[in-house]
């Protein structure tokens, strides 16, 4: 059982378009997260939310803007795509009253 | 807010010998340290944590030390194996379920046959 999962695993567009990308978690934890890794593996948080409720929004870009329409569901939303959104988008999730962590698999963002 | 360096930036053995990674924090609030092994394209994966009441922990070849008065903790690796190579990060956070885990830059282990 995948228990953090994301889609798409690869995502390849141009620059300008609007992609989402989808994150499950079936572990009933409260808290999930969006980070991204850049081409130097750095791990930098972007979004949390606990129970549905944005706690931590760091310094994105508001092209940036997940939406979670239940616990066990976060998503990402960038519009106008740039060069500098090439990255790798993680999804992670945590239980109650806890900052450890599990990481969904990863979707390899690629702006041509 | 917080701040965790890591170090080295780089670490190659050679199969059987120990390796260590060493991290600094900077938020004396900070109780919780857990560190992640990244696998060339894959996931972080959660290996092994310490909270502050504790100054040592082990499993099996892993062990991680907790010096909360020099805020440093260290990763280390005995009788490494090349299945050991991958990326590892150190990270810190309050561990209330709403702050969030800092991560260090990540060390590039390398274990040679």
């Known amino acids: 059982d995948t228990a953090v999962s994301q889609t798409p695993k690869y995502l390849v567009t141009q620059m300008g378009n609007d992609k989402s990308i989808k994150c499950e978690q079936n572990l009933g934890h409260d808290t999930m997260y969006w980070y991204k890794q850049d081409s130097k593996k750095f791990l930098k948080i972007m979004f949390s939310?606990?129970?549905?409720?944005?706690?931590i929004n760091e310094t994105v870009p508001n092209r940036f803007s997940p939406k979670s329409p239940d616990k066990a569901h976060l998503n990402l939303h960038i519009n106008s795509l740039e060069l500098g959104d090439s990255a790798v988008y993680f999804c992670?999730?945590?239980?109650?009253?806890?900052?450890?962590?599990?990481f969904g698999p990863g979707t390899r963002l690629t702006v041509l | 807010g917080e701040n965790v360096e890591q170090h080295p930036s780089t670490l190659s053995v050679q199969e059987g010998d120990s390796a260590v990674i060493k991290c600094t924090y900077s938020d004396s609030a900070s109780n919780y340290f857990p560190w992640y092994k990244q696998e060339l394209g894959k996931r972080p994966q959660l290996i092994i944590d310490?909270?502050?009441?504790?100054g040592e922990k082990k499993d099996q070849r892993i062990a991680v030390t907790l010096n909360k008065t020099a805020k440093h903790f260290s990763l280390h690796i005995t009788e490494t194996q090349p299945e050991d190579s991958a990326v590892y990060f150190c990270?810190?956070?309050?561990?209330?379920?709403?702050?969030?885990?800092?991560f260090g830059k990540g060390t590039m282990l390398l274990v040679s046959p």
């Open positions: 992670a999730s945590s239980p109650q009253g806890t900052d450890t962590q599990y």
């Open positions: 990270a810190a956070s309050i561990d209330s379920g709403y702050s969030t885990l800092t």
């Open positions: 310490i909270r502050s009441n504790v």
């Open positions: 939310y606990n129970n549905k409720e944005l706690i």
